[in-house]
């Protein structure tokens, strides 16, 4: 059974610091790896996609990659600001469905 | 457009009462999922569909019954739910392709708060 796990839970930093927030998984037989935001009470918003051939992606201040072999990604956020401040989802996807990582809540404070 | 529509954005129902939630994509999506977040918990996967066909039922007790009347459509049928089924209900989509649905972007509505009194 896969299990996704996001270290750490809960991280707090000033606006403008660099950032990684951490995401492993058990099963290295993915498809692909999919970061999400999700604000309080809201809906998930995808920040990006990496396909399992795939070692990393960008998009704008945020960078992922992705190390199948050792079960693990990363997120790094660049220069954050107060409205990067949500919770952050990593999700693999198996044959079946896509598994979700317990999460990391970030605060960004000015 | 990359946009999931999940109707109602709150629904309070009591024990006895019969409900549903929609969700729509007009995105030519062919899967469609229904999730299930309970508060400070990553989402659950309850239900999927494929090209029009429940695929994947995560064991889901039958007080819950989804139906995908076309390929851009998603129901979630309530009756008779337990306090317990009060949670954030997440819709998603994706592309299928002949190579499976398994590759592609799943894209999330902003989700149904149930209550269940």
């Known amino acids: 059974k896969q299990e996704v796990t996001q270290i750490p839970a809960a991280l707090s930093v000033p606006e403008g610091e660099n950032l990684v927030l951490n995401c492993s998984f058990t099963?290295?037989?993915?498809?692909?790896l999919q970061w999400f935001r999700q604000d309080p009470g809201k809906g998930l918003t995808s920040l990006l996609l990496?396909?399992?051939?795939?070692r990393e992606q960008t998009s704008g201040r945020l960078n992922a990659s992705l190390d199948k072999s050792s079960g693990r990604s990363t997120l790094y956020i660049a220069a954050s600001q107060p409205g990067d401040s949500a919770t952050y989802l990593c999700?693999?996807?198996?044959?079946?469905?896509?598994?979700f990582g317990t999460g990391t809540r970030l605060l960004v404070s000015p | 457009d990359t946009e999931v529509t999940q109707t109602p954005k709150h629904l309070v129902m009591g024990m006895t009462n019969k409900k549903s939630l929609k969700c729509e994509q007009h995105m030519g999506h062919r899967a469609m999922y229904w999730y299930k977040q309970k508060a400070k918990k990553p989402p659950e996967l309850m239900f999927v569909y494929s090209y029009e066909k429940l695929s994947i039922n995560e064991s889901v007790p039958s007080r819950f019954s989804p139906e995908c009347p076309n390929s851009s459509l998603l129901n979630l049928h309530l009756h008779a739910l337990q306090p317990e089924d009060s949670a954030l209900y997440l819709c998603?989509?994706?592309?299928?392709?002949?190579?499976?649905?398994?590759?592609?972007?799943?894209?999330f509505g902003a989700g149904t708060r149930l209550s269940v009194l």
């Open positions: 999700a693999v996807r198996g044959f079946q469905k896509l598994v």
């Open positions: 998603a989509s994706s592309q299928g392709s002949s190579s499976g649905v398994a590759k592609n972007i799943q894209y």
């Open positions: 990496i396909q399992s051939s795939q």
């Open positions: 099963d290295s037989a993915i498809y692909n």
